[in-house]
C-alpha cells in the first residue's frame, strides 16, 4: 500500500509542474503590470519616455522586483539578430525601440550609440524644440527625426553626429543568415524558476497589500474546509441512503416521488439556488415568517483558522449553506448511485442470493451496493471536486470568508498571485481526491492488486 501511494504522489509531480507552467503563462500574457501601474498612477504613458527621474526611479525599482530584466523560461527560441543586453532595458519603449532596429540590421551598439546622443541632446536642448524631439525619441523612421534635428537650434556638434549617424543607419540592412532561430539557454536565473520557487517556499506576495499569500489562503483554506467536509459527508452517506431505500421501493408512489424531486434539484444550478434562499430565508423582507436563517454575509472569525473553532462559532450561520450544498450534490450522487444498484440486480450472483432466501433489502444491501460502488466510488471523487467549486459559489453569495471569497475578490482586484496559488491548491485537491477513490477501491475489494 505505502508502495502504491508513493508511486502516485510521484505522478503528482509533473502533474503540478504542469499546471504551474500553464498558470505562468497566463500570468506573462494579463495585459498589464505592476511597473506599469507605478506609470499610470502619475498620470504618464508607459508607451512614452519618462522624464520624471522619481518616477522612473520608482518604475524602474519595481520592474526589477517583478524580473522584467530575466528571461521567461530556461530555454527560448528567437533570431539570431536578437541580442540579449537588451533584457537590461527597462525604460518603456526602449526595449521595442532596440528590437525594431535589430530587426532591421542595426548592431547593439550603434542603437545604444544613438541612444546616448539623443539623451545628451535632450540634456542640451530647451523650449518647444526639445519637445518635439523628445516626442520622436524613439522613433521607427529615420526621415521623422531627421527633420526634428534640421529645426533644432544649437548643439551643432551633437546634431551632426547624430545625423552621421543616421545616414549609417540608412545604408544597415539585415541578412537572412542573422534571421535564423537559435535556442538560447538561459539557466535558472529567470522568471519561471523564481516564480516557482517562491510559490513552492511560500514567498509569492500579494499584489495589493503586500502580504504573503500563503497565510492568507491558509486561513481561507480552513471556512472552506468547514464548509466542505461535513457536506461531502452527509451528502454522500445520504446518497447511499436513498439509493437503497428508492430501489428497494422502486414499485411505490413514494419512490417514484422521491426520484422527481431529485431530478428537480439536479436541475437547479447553484448560484440561483444560493440567491433565491438568501433573498427569501435570511431576512423578513417577504414576511416574517420565511426568516428561518440569520442574515447572511456576518460570520465569527476565529483566532485560530481550523476547523473545530470555526464550526463552533458559525454552525448557526452555515446551516443554510450546507443545506444548498447537500441537497444539491446528493440529488446527483443518489440518481447514479440507485442506477447502478439497479443495473447489478440483473447478474447471475443477485438470483443466488435470492435463491438462499435473502429478502430484497438483504440482496440489496449485502450483495448488489458492495459491487454498485465502484462506479460511485469514481462519481464521488469527481463531486468532491465539483463540491469545491460549489463551495466557491456558495461563499460568494454568502459572504463567507473562504476560499471562494477570496478567489472572487483577488480576480476582481487582479491579484493575480492570489489567484494562481488558489488555482495550484485545487489542482493539488482534485489530484488528492482521485487517489482517495484508489484506495477506496481497494478498501471495498481487498483483492484488487496494489500494483
Known amino acids: 500500500m505505502l508502495l502504491f501511494v508513493l508511486r502516485r504522489l510521484v505522478r503528482f509531480v509533473p502533474v503540478l509542474l504542469t499546471v504551474a507552467l500553464v498558470l505562468f503563462v497566463l500570468s506573462q500574457l494579463l495585459p498589464g503590470n505592476s511597473a506599469e501601474d507605478v506609470l499610470r498612477e502619475a498620470d504618464l504613458d508607459p508607451r512614452q519616455s519618462i522624464d520624471d527621474d522619481k518616477v522612473w526611479a520608482s518604475y524602474e525599482a519595481e520592474a526589477k522586483r517583478i524580473l522584467l530584466d530575466k528571461a521567461s523560461f530556461y530555454l527560448s527560441i528567437s533570431p539570431a539578430a536578437r541580442d540579449e543586453r537588451i533584457r537590461s532595458l527597462l525604460r518603456p519603449g526602449q526595449r521595442d525601440w532596440y528590437e525594431h532596429w535589430l530587426q532591421k540590421g542595426v548592431s547593439f551598439e550603434r542603437i545604444a550609440k544613438m541612444d546616448q546622443l539623443m539623451s545628451d541632446l535632450l540634456s542640451s536642448c530647451s523650449g518647444s524644440d526639445c519637445v518635439e524631439i523628445s516626442a520622436d525619441r524613439y522613433f521607427e523612421e529615420i526621415d521623422v527625426l531627421q527633420r526634428r534635428l534640421d529645426v533644432v537650434k544649437g548643439t551643432s556638434v551633437l546634431r551632426t553626429a547624430m545625423s552621421e549617424e543616421l545616414q549609417s543607419w540608412s545604408s544597415s540592412e539585415l541578412r537572412l543568415w542573422s534571421l535564423r532561430p537559435v535556442l538560447r539557454w538561459h539557466g535558472v536565473d529567470n522568471r519561471f524558476h523564481h516564480w516557482a520557487s517562491h510559490l513552492i517556499r511560500g514567498q509569492q506576495r500579494s499584489q495589493r497589500d503586500g502580504s504573503l499569500v500563503w497565510p492568507k489562503v491558509y486561513r481561507s483554506l480552513g471556512w472552506t474546509l468547514t464548509l466542505m467536509i461535513p457536506a461531502f459527508v452527509l451528502s454522500t452517506f445520504l446518497a447511499i441512503f436513498l439509493a437503497v ?198 478498501w471495498i475489494d481487498p483483492k484488487l492488486s496494489w500494483t
Open 245 to 442: 431505500v428508492l430501489v428497494w421501493k422502486r414499485s411505490s408512489t413514494a419512490a417514484w416521488i422521491g426520484e422527481m424531486t431529485l431530478q428537480f434539484l439536479y436541475t437547479i444550478p447553484m448560484f440561483w439556488a444560493g440567491t433565491m434562499a438568501v433573498v427569501f430565508l435570511t431576512s423578513d423582507q417577504y414576511g416574517s415568517f420565511w426568516h428561518w436563517f440569520p442574515l447572511a454575509g456576518f460570520f465569527e472569525e476565529s483566532i485560530s483558522s481550523g476547523f473545530w473553532s470555526i464550526w463552533q462559532l458559525n454552525f448557526h450561520r452555515m446551516v443554510l449553506p450546507y443545506c444548498l450544498l447537500i441537497l444539491l450534490s446528493v440529488s446527483y450522487l443518489t440518481t447514479q448511485l440507485k442506477a447502478s444498484i439497479i443495473e447489478e440486480l440483473g447478474n447471475n450472483y443477485v438470483l443466488t442470493a435470492r435463491s438462499y432466501g435473502l429478502s430484497d433489502l438483504q440482496v440489496i444491501w449485502q450483495e448488489a451496493l458492495p459491487n454498485a460502488l465502484f462506479p460511485f466510488i469514481a462519481i464521488t471523487a469527481r463531486r468532491l471536486i465539483a463540491l469545491f467549486g460549489g463551495s466557491l459559489i456558495v461563499e460568494v453569495i454568502f459572504g463567507l470568508p473562504g476560499m471562494g471569497k477570496l478567489l472572487f475578490d483577488s480576480t476582481v482586484g487582479r491579484d493575480w498571485n492570489v489567484v494562481f496559488c488558489i488555482c495550484m491548491l485545487m489542482a493539488l485537491v482534485s489530484l488528492v481526491s482521485y487517489l482517495l477513490a484508489d484506495l477506496a477501491y481497494r
